[in-house]
């Protein structure tokens, strides 16, 4: 896969990331896993010696519903439970990049009224108004917690201090919502303006074609429609590996869908990795885990990781891509059995779900200050 585009990446400062050039096309699968992960070690070394993120601050946004099912590959059957709830968490990073300009990121803005228009989410609120006992469920699967406007205020921030925004991948996203639109939203009054002032979104290449032009197979995940009225000047695109500029990388990591990509960050603790490749530690480190049936599928197929798999465009890359990401990420200074990585959407740990409830939790991430105005 070519590196992303040099004029996009000079402009902001960025710069492809050599190390990882050519893996994904060796053959065949079990050298390209080894390459993968030889090149990992490579670049970690090198990413580490640039230095570290100015601040970072992690920001819960809201829970919604899960099928169990996908959360762990089948691995996990309770009967009695057949839903659990994810929080969405938002990441905000300041940085300097390549040239020297201070920078802030905003990573997994999610906002939960266009998240709720994706078919898959619109067909089990459906489901729930219907059924006995679903407004009780809903009750107990969804919670609100901050809209990302908010978050920005709670930090000193405005939305005109933020440059970028990016999500791993676009399931359940809609970026009208994020960058503005020039169509009105069905069942709102008038066009969104956008959230983050002039941000524009950082976004793969193979990402930003899905939503483009969905397949039946991706169709449920989507929010179709959600480029409509999107200035297309307010992506910028890229293929492959880049970093942003010392302490921030944005790894291509596919599989979960074609563009997924993890943002990884380098701060005083050592590396920090973060995605929805899985929803706890527990897909990460399966033989850590103590939710039933996870270190099972860990030790029937002789396998060191259990994707979230509600989407498995190729299980073979996602698998490749988690342990891109587990060899990357440093272990943990309060408890060092487990890795630096940071689920996007995490499965809460919330006792009415037990035993599905996450072995371990980072409960979110913060170095340094954050600071607004420009």
């Keep these: 896969m070519a590196a992303a585009g040099t004029d996009h990446l000079s402009g902001i400062g960025a710069r492809a990331i050599p190390e990882f050039d050519g893996v994904h096309d060796v053959w065949p699968r079990g050298e390209r896993l080894r390459a993968v992960r030889e090149s990992a070690v490579a670049y970690k070394e090198r990413f580490k010696a640039q230095g570290v993120v100015r601040a970072v601050k992690s920001v819960d946004i809201a829970a919604a ?60 609120q459906k489901l729930m108004d219907k059924v006995p006992g679903g407004k009780l469920l809903e009750r107990v699967v969804l919670k609100y917690y901050a809209e990302p406007g908010d978050v920005l205020r709670q930090l000193g921030l405005a939305p005109d201090d933020i440059d970028f925004c990016t999500f791993d991948h676009l399931h359940v996203q809609d970026p009208r919502m994020i960058l503005g639109s020039t169509e009105i939203i069905d069942g709102e009054p008038a066009p969104r303006g956008p959230l983050f002032g002039g941000a524009r979104m950082l976004v793969h ?29 307010k992506f910028v695109t890229f293929d492959g590996d880049i970093e942003l500029g010392p302490g921030v990388a944005l790894l291509w990591t596919p599989g979960h869908t074609d563009g997924n990509h993890s943002l990884v960050l380098n701060t005083p603790d050592g590396v920090w990795v973060s995605s929805e490749n899985g929803i706890s530690l527990d ?15 860990h030790e029937h197929f002789g396998r060191e990781i259990c994707p979230n798999a509600n989407t498995l465009e190729d299980s073979l890359d996602q698998y490749d891509s988690m342990v891109k990401e587990k060899t990357l990420a440093d272990r943990c200074k309060a408890d060092p059995r487990w890795l630096q990585i940071l689920p996007s959407t995490e499965l809460a740990p919330w006792k009415r779900f037990w035993p599905v409830v996450p072995t371990y939790v980072h409960g979110g991430i913060t170095y340094g200050e954050i600071k607004g105005g420009r």
């Design 205 to 233: 290449s193979r990402e930003l074609a899905t939503l483009r032009s969905l397949h039946p197979m991706q169709w449920a995940w989507y929010v179709d429609g959600g480029l409509g009225g999107v200035d297309p000047e």
């Design 283 to 297: 897909n990460w480190q399966p033989e850590l885990s103590r939710i039933p049936g996870v270190r099972r599928y």
């Design 65 to 124: 519903p899960y099928p169990v099912k996908y959360a762990f590959h089948d691995a996990v059957s309770v009967p009695s439970l057949p839903l659990i709830s994810m929080i969405n968490r938002m990441i905000v990073v300041q940085y300097d990049d390549f040239d020297g300009r201070a920078r802030t990121l905003v990573f997994e803005p999610t906002v939960p009224d266009g998240s709720a228009e994706a078919p898959f989410y619109r067909n089990l």
